[in-house]
């Protein structure tokens, strides 16, 4: 089983996927930036740990994510402030996959969404744009480094009860249950490591099985 920290651990998915990844027997940590929600990280049988990624430097990160053999990026500043966008959604995410290689964490799955990218086509005076910008620089960071790294990229996201099947590719359209996306963050921990590493993974509510779609990764 692994040793995993979530940061962002009190998101909606985060809570999800900690729950799962306990209940599989992974040690769980979940990183959260209010105290106040320690008691509810708590009771998805993660280990709750308070900590403001936004003002940790590279170091007091490595300190925490020390000790981790997988760091899943969940956190996000949840849009309306383009400055704190780009502090958290880039500029501690960026922090986050350096600290995690200096800590000798070797895998990092990172949580972006479906269009992400340097060609994502959002026009700057789109409220959406600073997000867009903050993740496509955070992945393409990810993309240069030399962990197994994993991005997802769900649809927009809902609150429907999880399905387990998924439609994979950037040609997915649809909306994507924030249940699916811990469904899939936790087959993508339990997968073959050589099917998902150094890959991005668009996908939506589909029909096909989760663990079926994953093992249909790079055949041939």
């Not at 972006?112 to 496509?136: T, V």
């Amino acid at each position: 089983m692994a040793r995993i920290v979530i940061i962002g651990g009190h998101g909606k998915v985060a809570l999800l996927a900690a729950r799962k990844l306990a209940r599989a027997g992974h040690d769980v940590t979940s990183v959260f930036r209010n105290p106040g929600h320690a008691a509810e990280v708590a009771a998805t049988g993660a280990m709750p740990r308070a900590g403001d990624v936004e003002s940790m430097d590279v170091d007091a990160l490595e300190e925490m994510l020390r000790g981790h053999d997988i760091v899943i990026w969940s956190a996000g500043a949840g849009g309306g402030n383009p400055q704190r966008t780009s502090a958290v959604d880039r500029d501690a995410a960026i922090r986050s996959i350096d600290a995690s290689q200096a800590a000798g964490a070797g895998r990092y799955i990172m949580v972006s969404y479906l269009g992400a990218g340097l060609d994502h086509g959002i026009a700057p005076d789109d409220p959406f744009f600073p997000y867009a910008e903050a993740k496509a620089a955070a992945d393409e960071h990810l993309r240069a480094t030399d962990l197994d790294w994993t991005i997802l990229m769900p649809g927009m996201l809902t609150n429907e009860p999880s399905r387990r099947c998924v439609q994979f590719g950037r040609g997915a359209t649809g909306t994507t249950s924030r249940e699916l996306v811990a469904d899939v963050i936790e087959a993508v921990v339990a997968a073959d490591v050589d099917k998902v590493t150094h890959t991005d993974l668009p996908f939506t509510d589909g029909d096909v099985p989760i663990t079926t779609a994953l093992a249909g990764l790079r055949e041939g």
